[in-house]
């Protein structure tokens, strides 16, 4: 089972910033294509933004202008920079590496923002 571990969740006024951070297996996040889901209490889990191994980015419309995902092949990390935080950015967030049918998850890490 690959490990994805996330860091950087926090609570943060409406308006801030946060930056989210995943580290991956080498093996994994070599190939894998990488991406951001949340969950906020009582919803499903859904996709934030998603970044291939060629670094092609794609993104959720409530999202679209105010996070940036990234990667770092050489220290195989995935980045989620949140601007402009929102209430309704609240949720548990989680890393997710996927190839074809194989598809791993991290712990998942707390969003709050305040208003």
């Known amino acids: 089972q690959a490990q994805l571990v996330e860091s950087g969740g926090g609570l943060v006024q409406d308006g801030g910033s946060l930056r989210l951070s995943c580290a991956a297996p080498?093996?994994?996040?070599?190939?894998?294509?990488m991406g951001w889901y949340r969950q906020a209490p009582g919803k499903q889990r859904e996709l934030v933004a998603t970044?291939?191994?060629?670094?092609?980015?794609n993104y959720a419309d409530s999202v679209k202008g105010r996070f940036t995902i990234s990667r770092d092949n050489a220290k195989n990390m995935v980045y989620l920079q949140m601007n402009s935080l929102k209430p309704e950015d609240t949720a548990v967030y989680y890393c997710?590496?996927?190839?074809?049918?194989?598809?791993?998850w991290g712990q998942g890490t707390q969003v709050t923002v305040s208003s």
């Open positions: 080498r093996s994994i996040f070599k190939i894998y294509d």
């Open positions: 997710n590496a996927e190839r074809g049918s194989m598809v791993y």
């Open positions: 970044i291939t191994a060629g670094s092609r980015s």
